[in-house]
């Protein structure tokens, strides 16, 4: 069975093309379907979990991907996320995740706390 564990990498390679070709209808359906498998945490756990683990924690890890996370990420998603954004991006450098975090609330109207 093919499941979102084995689509992940892909949709994280299809992510960073439509990222880098400005696709925003690509994008879009990236993201419309992560978000759907995110709310399925209530009645499939392991399709929320590929949804968290395999694909948006990914984004954090390289700078491109993460410029997306504010364009892209729900608040209600980033607020379940957001320890593991945070953990992720200061691997790579101090500071990295306040200015994600910066950028993430004046684009959302947001008022996240690092």
Same mark, same amino acid.
């Given at each position: 069975?093919?499941? &979102?564990?084995?689509?992940?990498?892909?949709? *994280?390679?299809?992510?960073?093309?439509?990222?880098?070709? +400005? /696709?925003?209808?690509?994008?879009?359906?990236? =993201?419309? &379907?992560?978000? @759907?498998? &995110?709310?399925?945490?209530?009645?499939?756990?392991?399709? @929320?979990?590929? $949804?968290?683990? $395999?694909?948006?924690?990914?984004?954090? /890890?390289?700078?491109?991907? $993460?410029?997306?996370?504010?364009?892209?990420?729900?608040?209600?998603?980033?607020?379940?996320?957001?320890?593991? =954004?945070?953990?992720? *991006?200061?691997?790579?450098? +101090?500071?990295?995740?306040?200015?994600?975090?910066?950028?993430?609330? $004046?684009?959302?109207?947001?008022? =996240?706390?690092?």
């Amino acid at each position: 069975m093919l499941g &979102f564990y084995n689509l992940a990498p892909a949709a *994280r390679i299809e992510c960073a093309r439509h990222c880098g070709q +400005e /696709d925003r209808e690509g994008l879009a359906r990236i =993201f419309k &379907f992560t978000e @759907w498998c &995110f709310e399925q945490k209530e009645l499939n756990q392991e399709v @929320w979990s590929a $949804a968290a683990g $395999a694909f948006l924690e990914h984004l954090a /890890d390289h700078d491109q991907n $993460a410029e997306i996370i504010p364009l892209r990420v729900k608040p209600e998603i980033f607020a379940e996320m957001q320890s593991e =954004f945070k953990k992720r *991006r200061e691997r790579y450098g +101090e500071g990295k995740f306040q200015k994600l975090l910066e950028k993430y609330n $004046a684009l959302n109207g947001t008022d =996240f706390k690092g």
